[in-house]
């Protein structure tokens, strides 16, 4: 399936980090990707699988 596909969400995220919301919930658990997003916006965060939507388990690579 295309929601299971790793390189397609990351390369429609590089357009929009909302394409994060139509993954599947094992790419919304790779810490990696998730901070990917969230290099591009912090509200990419609530794409996040509840596992990683916490400020304690993901690493936040926001620059400003």
Do not use: P
């Amino acid at each position: 399936a295309l929601r299971n596909n790793s390189e397609l969400i990351i390369k429609a995220m590089s357009l929009d980090y909302q394409a994060l919301q139509f993954a599947s919930k094992r790419i919304r658990d790779d810490e990696n990707i998730i901070n990917m997003a969230v290099q591009q916006h912090w509200k990419a965060l609530q794409y996040a699988s509840n596992g990683l939507g916490t400020m304690k388990k993901c690493k936040l690579y926001i620059q400003l």
